[in-house]
């Protein structure tokens, strides 16, 4: 008897436009890197393209969609200009 376990993939790449759950502006973050199947790092609030220091459980973060992803692409633009 064979048992193939389930690995959890962690759904978000770089680049990826995100929120905090709790956050109720839902303010946009780019998701700058990748560092296990439950753990990211965001860019800065100020600066999208600048890692923070710390990662951040994916737990705590949902992707943008729809007319919501629309408004965070035009938010993180605007930063990074």
Known sequence: MSFKA?????????????YY?????KEAFM???VYSKDSISLGLRKYPDTEQDWTT????IAKFKGKE??????????KLK
């Open 69 to 78: 992803l629309t408004r965070a692409k035009k938010e993180i633009k605007e």
């Open 6 to 18: 389930k690995i959890k993939r962690n759904p978000f790449k770089k680049g990826d436009l995100v």
């Open 57 to 60: 459980d994916i737990k705590d």
């Open 31 to 33: 998701v700058a890197g």
């Open 21 to 25: 759950k709790d956050e109720p502006k």
